[in-house]
């Protein structure tokens, strides 16, 4: 844990009990804070562990807001849009200053230890993938390493900065809208494109927020293939490299480059070779790779040190998650692909693919991965997608309906095995939400994996 000291004998309202929320109740009170929570689910389990925990609970509209120094707002609650919380209009109303729980780690670092390494990743794709690729290099390089945020631990249940200890952070736009006092000694902006925008407004507004975090940092590393992250690099005045994945022949001179999964510095200098690391497949993990090396470097690693963490990197659960082999055939569990922009990245990172997908379908279904059904042997549709599904694949892809994961594995583990291909892939990628089966991509995911095991 990291208590908070900086409110120490000030009273300090909370809203939100779930993880990070407890948590940073728990943070406040140890550094000596008198906290007052509160969570709209009126059966909340955490309200009830808060208690157990000695956090005062009360319902905040009947609070004295005059007495509060500041509001600590979980990240899942509106600030501005579709409209402000009634927590955001009381504190408004009352001058109380409305920060996250990663302004409370800012501040205490800048209170203890303004020296410690702190690295903050945000973007739309590809932030947590990267946000442990970071995490992994610096530790198998030996480092003290403490990583969180947005990728799930909550950032205050971490050790304290120190001066020989990096925190590896992830950030989402909620995050660093709550993080005024934001100043990473390492800020990354992997990419920008549409998201979240009933949260925030408008795309400008939401890039607004994002390039905060690179704002306020030391050196900042900026992919620039989008553009809005371009503009946000162009508009940097402090230090700074740029990450760029060409796609045809133009290079951007004065950036760190990858092509065919060479990782090269501004000179053309080769700094990695990520060719046959499974977990760093594709194009969009060439971009990963060639962040983290960024990082890395920033921070004092050795081209050795920095080649050693990527090959050993064993990826995320659920994010093209290498589950087996049965001779051929690779078992790619891809279950946090729950749209299509997702499960395009698998797509463009493997042939001969045996493709489990469905549920319950986004907006748009799969048409935008008409481009790629070349590269798909067999498709095996689950849940209720299946009717839309197949009137996509209708005369272009051969499928077959299995209703459920339990038929659809063995079936495409079958057909793989007998295709021929040299490495045959059968492909967990749903494009879809789970919620007409499972509970969450993770329990989807946790299925395909046992039901791979199983297999002869």
């Not at 109740?25 to 140890?30: E, F, T």
């Not at 804070?33 to 509160?38: G, L, Q």
């Not at 934001?182 to 994002?210: S, W």
């Not at 990450?243 to 065919?260: F, I």
Request: net charge negative.
């Amino acid at each position: 844990m990291t208590p908070v000291t900086v409110f120490a004998g000030q009273k300090v309202a909370l809203f939100g009990l779930g993880g990070s929320g407890l948590a940073t109740a728990n943070a406040l009170k140890a550094g000596g804070a008198e906290v007052v929570a509160w969570d709209d689910n009126a059966d909340s389990v955490a309200r009830a562990r808060a208690q157990d925990a000695g956090i005062g609970t009360q319902d905040l509209r009947d609070s004295d807001w005059s007495g509060f120094k500041a509001l600590v707002l979980s990240p899942g609650v509106p600030l501005t849009h579709p409209e402000p919380h009634w927590t955001v209009r009381l504190a408004r109303e009352a001058g109380v200053e409305i920060v996250g729980d990663i302004e409370l780690f800012c501040r205490e670092r800048r209170a203890l230890a303004p020296e410690a390494p702190f690295v903050a990743i945000t973007g739309t794709n590809g932030k947590s993938t990267t946000t442990a690729l970071i995490a992994h290099v610096l530790a198998q390089a030996g480092r003290d390493v403490q990583m969180g945020g947005n990728i799930g631990t909550a950032i205050l249940s971490l050790a304290p900065p120190d001066a020989g200890r990096v925190h590896v952070i992830e950030m989402s736009s909620f995050q660093i809208d709550l993080t005024p006092g934001l100043d990473p000694t390492v800020g990354v902006l992997m990419n920008i494109t549409p998201d979240h925008l009933d949260r925030h407004g408008t795309m400008e507004q939401y890039a607004a927020i994002k390039e905060r975090l690179i704002a306020g940092a030391g050196l900042a590393v900026v992919g620039i293939d989008d553009g809005p992250s371009r503009a946000i690099a162009e508009r940097r005045a402090g230090d700074l490299v740029r990450v760029h994945v060409p796609t045809g022949d133009a290079l951007c001179a004065d950036a760190v480059t990858v092509r065919d999964g060479i990782v090269r510095d501004p000179d053309g200098t080769a700094l990695a070779d990520v060719n046959g690391i499974g977990s760093l497949r594709g194009a969009h993990n060439w971009q990963n790779a060639a962040v983290a090396v960024a990082v890395a470097r920033a921070l004092g690693l050795t081209g050795e040190e920095i080649r050693a963490g990527l090959s050993s990197f064993p990826g995320l659960p659920h994010r093209m998650e290498q589950v087996g082999r049965r001779g051929a055939v690779l078992f790619v569990n891809d279950s946090k692909a729950t749209n299509a922009d997702s499960t395009e990245k698998a797509l463009t990172a493997f042939r001969d693919i045996h493709w489990i997908l469905g549920g319950k379908a986004k907006e748009g279904g799969i048409f935008p991965l008409v481009p790629y059904f070349q590269r798909v042997a067999h498709a095996y549709l689950i849940g209720a997608a299946s009717d839309a599904f197949a009137a996509t694949l209708e005369g272009v892809v051969p499928y077959t309906r299995c209703e459920t994961l339990d038929v659809a594995v063995p079936k495409a583990a079958e057909n793989a095995a007998a295709s021929g291909a040299p490495e045959p892939v059968v492909l967990l990628s749903p494009a879809c939400a789970s919620y007409d089966q499972f509970r969450n991509f993770e329990i989807r995911g946790d299925r395909f994996r046992e039901l791979v095991q199983a297999l002869p």
